[in-house]
């Protein structure tokens, strides 16, 4: 029995083998090489060893041969041949693309007057990846779904899967995708070189048939219908834009709280139509629609006296005659769809067209009859005043249904800040307690406004203080609607101030009164300015006066 032995010098049996500690690459060696985009085998070496992935070693007869044989590198090559660069197909023709020019016919089933249609179409056929792709140009205004037809793909040529190739298209032949036969009748330039480069013989272009629809548009057939004696082209050109106004009164009487309402009637010279419009008054309660009646022909006759207007809408064949601009007269009533209406007057424009087409007719304004139930504006009246708040307080709830604050006098307020008139006064009473009580009374000249304050007596058993908050004081004898208030024209020394029932009698005055009201002596009467030079007239001589900002005014009262 014989073994093979391995490189140790043992059998090669299981358990006699041993693993090759210093091998270092585990791979398959390459057996093929690539030359030009070619994979070739590789040539053997000569003076390898049985290597059984390599071919065997060169015999002895092909030795000598190549040793003898003269190489052409030594004296240079008789023929040598250029290589050139290998260029894969999707490289070399991309963006190329045949394009071929068809039809194809469109069946018409439901039409009495053509039977089918002709519509051109574009092939494009892809010689990168032999994709076909079918796109039918847009025509303006066709009402045909136009555009891409078949999107780009590899198209199928029977039931074997196959597919169409470039060799399989050329000139008169049908094409056949999905059921449709397209007609290529012609190519461009680059197409018919292409295919006579590859040894293609291209046959004759064809003629694109002629549409039957397209020809029956170009050239109608002959119309046999009366032509109409009336042109509207011309009534169009001339009556286009030119309106009749009529002003009337609708009278709604009849309805439920129906009354007269105006309106205003349109009549359209160009098409014979007529339109109402509803004249809209300020707080009539009603919702502004603007139009009453839409624009329409107006039916003046109609054939059956029974016909259900209010259900059914009348058709031309339905009415003789439809209102013209005669039947509008101001001054006389009509009935417009079931309305009555009275025509009181129109604009000029309409006057000038009844003069000049129809002089017959009158056109002069009649007066509107006036509505007897019709209330009169009657002026608001303002409640009485409650006695709560004053009296521009109160009446703001009656203005307004949020309520504002009144208006202020905002430069007067400015001018007069911080400038306050100050008396000394005394309680004006029978009750002997009220003989001692002292008062200092306050007039703001920005607001005209008057507080009233009482000085402390000790041991008077009388609570000294606020006596009155700064408020308007009216004169006594005033009204609510005119009320007339205390200004520092009233403030003599020893005159009366009635405040709200309270009689107080001014003893005395600041120095700074007497100075302001001599600045404004012309607003002052004179009998004012010499009772307060008369009580203050000692007193300025032997005492300084007041600084001229009026700011120290409070020595001579406290």
Same mark, same amino acid.
Request: charged share 30%; with cysteine.
């Given at each position: 029995?014989?073994? $093979? =032995? ?16 210093? /091998? ?116 303006? &205004? ?19 899967? !196959?597919?169409?190739? =470039? /060799? ?14 397209? *007609?290529? #009748?012609?190519?461009?330039?680059? $197409? ?32 046999? #219908?009366? @032509?109409?004696?009336?042109? &509207? ?7 286009? %834009?030119?309106?009749? %106004?009529?002003?009337?009164? =609708? ?9 007269? *309402? ?107 009859? /006036? ?12 409640? @009485? ?11 703001? &709830? ?5 309520? !504002? ?27 002997? !307690?009220? !003989? ?21 007596? %000790? ?12 408020? %308007? ?8 609607? /005119? ?41 002052? @009467? ?27 005014? #409070?020595?001579?009262?406290?």
């Amino acid at each position: 029995m014989s073994c $093979t =032995w391995n490189s140790h010098g043992l059998p090669f049996l299981p358990g006699y083998t041993f693993r090759d500690v210093t /091998k270092s690459a585990f791979h398959r060696p390459q057996t093929l090489s690539y030359r030009n985009g070619y994979a070739l085998p590789r040539r053997p070496t000569v003076g390898i060893g049985n290597d059984p992935l390599l071919s065997e070693q060169l015999t002895q007869q092909e030795i000598s041969e190549l040793a003898f044989e003269t190489p052409d590198l030594t004296y240079g090559p008789f023929g040598k041949r250029v290589h050139e660069d290998f260029i894969p197909a999707h490289v070399a023709l991309d963006k190329k693309a045949l394009r071929y020019f068809g039809y194809f016919m469109e069946a018409i089933l439901y039409s009495p007057e053509e039977e089918y249609r002709v519509r051109p179409v574009v092939i494009y056929y892809y010689l990168e990846d032999d994709s076909i792709c079918i796109i039918e140009p847009t025509v303006e &205004n066709s009402g045909i779904p136009q555009g891409k037809r078949i999107k780009r793909h590899q198209l199928p040529k029977n039931e074997r899967g !196959e597919h169409y190739h =470039w /060799k399989d298209l050329n000139l008169g032949m049908d094409l056949d995708v999905y059921g449709v036969k397209y *007609r290529i #009748t012609q190519c461009d330039t680059f $197409t018919k070189e292409f295919m006579e480069s590859e040894g293609m013989i291209v046959n004759d272009p064809e003629p694109m048939p002629a549409d039957p629809y397209i020809m029956r548009r170009e050239n109608p057939p002959p119309c046999h #219908t009366t @032509p109409s004696t009336f042109d &509207n082209l011309h009534k169009f050109l001339n009556m286009d %834009r030119k309106v009749l %106004r009529f002003f009337a009164l =609708w009278d709604d009487a009849d309805s439920l709280y129906g009354e007269s *309402r105006p309106v205003t009637i349109h009549y359209y010279l160009v098409d014979d139509t007529a339109e109402i419009a509803e004249v809209h008054q300020p707080n009539s309660g009603r919702d502004p629609f603007p139009i009453l009646m839409r624009r329409q022909r107006l039916p003046k006759k109609i054939k059956s006296e029974n016909f259900p207007s209010a259900v059914m809408e009348v058709s031309k064949e339905e009415v003789d005659e439809y209102y013209s601009p005669k039947d509008f007269q101001v001054g006389q009533r009509m009935k417009l769809l079931g309305r009555n209406f009275l025509l009181y007057d129109c604009d000029g424009f309409t006057k000038e067209y009844y003069q000049k087409n129809h002089p017959e007719m009158e056109m002069k304004s009649i007066e509107i009859p /006036k509505k007897v139930d019709m209330p009169q504006d009657r002026k608001k009246t303002v409640p @009485p005043y409650n006695g709560f708040g004053s009296l521009e307080d109160s009446l703001q &709830n009656c203005l307004h249904l949020i309520p !504002e604050p009144p208006k202020v006098n905002v430069v007067k307020m400015l001018e007069n800040d911080h400038k306050v008139l100050r008396y000394s006064a005394r309680l004006d009473s029978q009750n002997p !307690e009220d !003989e001692d009580r002292r008062f200092i009374l306050s007039y703001f000249l920005s607001n005209d406004m008057i507080s009233i304050f009482e000085k402390t007596t %000790r041991n008077s058993g009388i609570i000294g203080g606020k006596f009155l908050e700064k408020s %308007r004081v009216p004169k006594p004898g005033s009204t609510v609607d /005119k009320p007339a208030y205390y200004s520092p024209a009233d403030f003599a020394i020893g005159a009366t101030v009635e405040v709200f029932g309270h009689r107080f009698v001014l003893t005395d005055a600041d120095h700074y009164v007497l100075k302001y009201l001599e600045s404004n002596w012309s607003d002052i @009467p004179s009998k004012t300015l010499d009772s307060l030079r008369q009580k203050l007239g000692v007193e300025i001589e032997t005492t300084q006066p007041p600084d001229q900002d009026g700011k120290d005014y #409070t020595s001579h009262l406290d």
